[in-house]
């Protein structure tokens, strides 16, 4: 037992967090190759790696994928100071090679002196599509810089490739990502790059981008709902994310075919984003007023918001309660009180409906089921789970409002 387990110690010095050994980088410049400064890890592997996250056999493993920073040509390499097999040479390490080859596209070379080749040919690389919205943002370092979003599609000469190298970022970075069926003409892609100068010439790197599928509605609508987005992580916690989503929801609202605009499986992190760009959008409509909101969620607003933002019922009450929070004197009691009812009114549906259920539930089941059951939706646990939602709602509330305020 004792060799065994020393064993087991000795092997497990070759496995390795993936999410450490995938090293990512945007490459603009040839000395990039080298700049551990400019280097980012993923957030997930387990789509690649499995659940673990990890990789057995090697030692100091690097799992190198480098990308020229516009057109994504793509640098793979992998690195270790020791492997498995030659310590021990009946053990097998992971071909770690081969889960990578599965997600890239053809197309990639191993060879930097190649991969610098591809970089000086990026001044070739321009933006696919329509150019939709351009901005400005200041950095301290490299002064004012200019960010473009495209629309693109299908039918643009060579983007479907580009898109297969762009499309690999989303395994990293979305928990339960998989890739789209480009062969769908009804998938909208939007792009965003920063424009830059390198020797005297304008050139653009890839900053992120979002995927929309327009879906059908009777009669004679669209329902444009999200299903990815993504921020490169070095350009994250800049307003990206908040610059394209609002881009993407003023160019379907200038649609008269559109109905109204969704998200499939939104993350925590983009309601938070919606959550500030539609409060943005209807801040200024008459129906969301100032001394409008302290009567109530009401049906103009709906109707105001879905003809004028595409914003649909659901998604239009959440902007409601963002506006008259920010509207509320919550330092007076009788306003704080009104406004935590309201809130809590619709956070308790879900508790409604388990009301409703217990009571069918005590037409069929035994005693003893029914009891099991009522522990477990006792009314005191509801009452704690109810203020603890509307607690971190309104918390989320003010970081949405804390927001608007700054821009």
Known sequence: ?????????????????????????????????????????????????????????????????????????????????????????????????????????????????????????EANFKPFGTLLHSYLLHSEVSGELTYQIYKADITCPAFLDYHKRLQTFIMWYIETASFIDTDDDRWDFFLLFEKYNKDGETL??????????????????????????????????????????????????????????????????????????????????????????????????????????KINKKHARRVYEILRLRATDMSDREKARAYRLEVKKRLFGPYRKNQRELAKMRKCLRPEELVSHMCQTNTQTQHEELEKSYQDLVDDYRRVIDRLAQA
């Not at 310590?87 to 081969?98: F, K, Q, T």
């Not at 109204?260 to 984003?273: G, M, Q, R």
């Open 204 to 309: 653009y790197a890839t900053v992120g981008y979002m995927t929309v599928y327009n879906y059908y509605v009777y009669p004679d609508k669209t329902r444009p709902r999200v299903s990815q987005m993504l921020i490169m992580p070095p350009f994250q916690g800049e307003g990206h994310g908040a610059q394209l989503l609002e881009t993407v929801h003023r160019f379907y609202c200038s649609l008269p075919k559109v109905q109204d605009i969704t998200a499939e499986d939104p993350s925590e992190n983009y309601v938070k984003l919606r959550d500030y760009v539609l409060a943005k959008l209807c801040q200024g409509l008459p129906s969301f007023a100032a001394d409008k909101l302290h009567l109530g969620f009401s049906d103009e607003m709906i109707k105001e918001a879905q003809e004028k933002q």
């Open 1 to 121: 037992m004792a060799v065994v387990n020393g064993i087991e110690k000795r092997l497990a010095a070759y496995k390795c967090d993936t999410n450490l050994a995938v090293c990512l980088k945007l490459v603009r410049f040839p000395e990039d190759i080298e700049d551990e400064g400019i280097k980012f890890h993923p957030e997930y592997t387990h789509q690649v790696f499995g659940d673990e996250e990890v990789a057995f056999g090697y030692k100091d493993l690097q799992i190198q994928l480098f990308y020229t920073a516009g057109n994504l040509s793509t640098l793979f390499q992998v690195k270790y100071s020791a492997k498995v097999s030659d310590a021990y040479e009946s053990v097998e390490s992971d071909d770690v090679e081969g889960k990578i080859r599965e997600i890239i596209p053809a197309g990639f070379t191993c060879n930097t002196d190649d991969f610098i080749s591809l970089l000086e040919k």
